[in-house]
């Protein structure tokens, strides 16, 4: 959002931040809600099971970035801009290009995945994937005309579309998903693995389905309060605007899907290939990573909300030239990141095992290792979240693309080297994971130190919340250790109740530890959406 769309929303009396607020809540419960489906996926259908569902989605992810990523953020600039200079054929026009433009996307990344669902599995040296692939397959058309309402619906600063949509999308995905995948367990793994990828579609049929009834009532309504008189751009013009926005976006969001698409690919051919797997324990080892990675994505859905409020807060006052006002927003919101990001990681690399017992007590072995490697790399996503957002309030989009191109590297390679050594085998393409995540996170604070006036002061940022983080694990390791003990009379409840207890406890310990050393302070906090109610809760000044 840049400066002089802010000034006319303040102009209309809008404030950015209530709009970030309800796109935030919808972020967290959506990211909540797809964290259980997949845990409760994962106990239905097994780790094997698990293997066909990662492919197929993987697949999705790909060519689903590839058709919209972007393109939303892309119509709702154009169109806000529009708008903000009463041209409202304008408006009519981007929307009909976007529809169409999408619908032509979704529907060439619909076919390859209905046509081609055998050469796709094949890439994984994994047949039984392609029921999967191909029960998906129509969801790509789906999102992409729902991407055009979205985009239609935030141009105009409305919210509600985008939030609810995701909602209804992950509930039918989470509802239909599990259900089915239970049904046609008695048919087998593939085909249970398939019911599940079925809620996914009808997920996304239903938010379609929403999305295009609140687009055309609120088209209605704008048709009604006024007639323009403004000639409209040509097609081919507005087209050519369109993904020249959308298309930096592209890149740097579809290298990321990329990545897991190729993770696949690697743990799937070299543990089979060099390591001397066959098919089904190698494809057992992907289900696990796909697990382990539920717990992995999950502190970066309350970082998000953090990204969605500061650029705005940072391209308002860069955009009046208040640099120092911007500086202070910048370094609060790489704090408020370390400080919600860092011990989440912690917790859950040294709670791994009672973690992935009490989530997955059916599960191999293996998922323990993995989670206490992936833990840590939960914390580098968040940091390259939140540098990405400050570079992109800043209107260096394009930054972050070279980092995560070299980010990428260094992960192909690092995964090449050791998935295909049995040495390391699943546990390469975590470390793999942990290491390229890192170098993007590292390299983005460099750009953000060269590129930023006034740069954030990383001293001030990290040392006392990595300290606090460290001492909380001790704490929860510490407890977790005691209380198992305690609690033995419980038999197999043990290990929950005293994880749960463990977590409680390292939570509140840690948040008096913050306040108490002054480490979280008001401006911090004031920048998540409602911060200075939360800051007042808190009794922080």
């Avoid at 094997?48 to 999705?60: L, M, P, Q, S, V």
């Avoid at 055998?118 to 392609?130: E, G, I, K, S, T």
């Avoid at 990290?462 to 510490?478: Q, R």
């Avoid at 290990?495 to 401006?523: D, G, K, N, Q």
Wanted: aromatic share 8%.
């Amino acid at each position: 959002m840049d400066g002089r769309t802010l000034l006319v929303q303040e102009k209309k009396g809008q404030n950015y931040l209530h709009g970030a607020a309800i796109l935030a809540a919808a972020v967290v419960i959506v990211k909540i809600l797809g964290a259980v489906y997949k845990i409760a996926l994962g106990n239905i259908i097994g780790d094997e099971g698990f293997g066909h569902f990662t492919i197929a989605y993987n697949i999705y992810n790909v060519l689903l970035t590839l058709s919209t990523a972007g393109l939303p953020i892309a119509v709702s600039r154009m169109i806000s801009e529009a708008d903000a200079l009463d041209r409202g054929n304008q408006v009519k026009r981007i929307y009909s290009v976007a529809k169409i433009s999408f619908c032509l996307l979704g529907a060439l990344g619909t076919s390859i995945m209905l046509f081609f669902p055998n050469a796709l599995a094949m890439l994984f040296r994994a047949p039984d994937a392609a029921k999967s692939i191909q029960t998906l397959a129509p969801s790509i058309f789906l999102v992409c005309l729902m991407s055009a309402y979205r985009g239609y619906t935030q141009g105009h600063s409305d919210m509600k579309l985008t939030s609810v949509s995701q909602v209804i999308e992950v509930l039918g995905k989470a509802v239909f998903g599990l259900l089915f995948a239970k049904i046609f367990l008695k048919y087998g793994l593939p085909t249970a693995a398939a019911g599940a990828i079925a809620g996914v579609t009808i997920g996304s049929a239903l938010g379609c389905l929403y999305s295009a009834v609140y687009a055309k009532a609120m088209e209605r309504v704008r048709k009604r309060r006024a007639q323009y008189t403004d000639r409209a751009d040509s097609p081919g013009r507005i087209c050519r605007s369109l993904f020249s926005i959308a298309i930096p976006i592209v890149i740097g969001s579809s290298v990321l899907n990329i990545m897991s698409f190729i993770d696949t690919v690697l743990i799937m051919n070299l543990l089979q290939g060099k390591v001397g797997l066959d098919y089904a324990a190698a494809n057992a080892l992907n289900g696990v990573f796909g697990k382990v990675q539920t717990l992995f994505n999950l502190p970066s859905s309350f970082i998000v909300p953090l990204t969605i409020s500061v650029i705005p807060a940072i391209s308002a006052y860069a955009a009046q030239r208040k640099n120092k006002e911007a500086a202070v927003a910048a370094q609060s919101s790489l704090k408020m990141t370390t400080l919600l990001a860092l011990p989440a990681g912690v917790g859950l690399s040294v709670l791994a095992m009672p973690i992935m017992n009490a989530l997955y007590p059916d599960s191999l072995a293996e998922g323990v290792g993995l989670l206490r490697i992936l833990g840590m790399a939960s914390y580098f996503v968040c940091l390259s979240l939140i540098t990405n957002a400050i570079l992109q309030a800043y209107g260096h989009e394009r930054l972050p693309i070279f980092t995560i191109v070299i980010g990428s590297i260094v992960r192909i390679c690092i995964g090449y080297i050791l998935i295909g050594n049995p040495k390391y085998g699943i546990y390469g393409a975590a470390i793999a994971t942990l290491v390229s995540d890192a170098v993007i996170g590292i390299l983005n604070l460099l750009l953000v130190k060269i590129v930023v006036p006034r740069a954030p002061r990383y001293g001030k940022i990290f040392i006392m919340p990595v300290i606090c983080s460290a001492v909380m694990g001790l704490v929860a390791y510490g407890s977790y250790s005691l209380l198992v003990r305690a609690t033995g009379f419980l038999g197999r409840y043990s290990m929950r109740v005293s994880m749960a207890l463990a977590i409680i406890i390292a939570v509140v310990f840690y948040l008096i530890e913050i306040i108490a050393t002054r480490t979280l302070t008001y401006e911090d906090i004031k920048l998540l959406p409602k911060g200075e109610k939360l800051a007042k809760l808190l009794k922080i000044r």
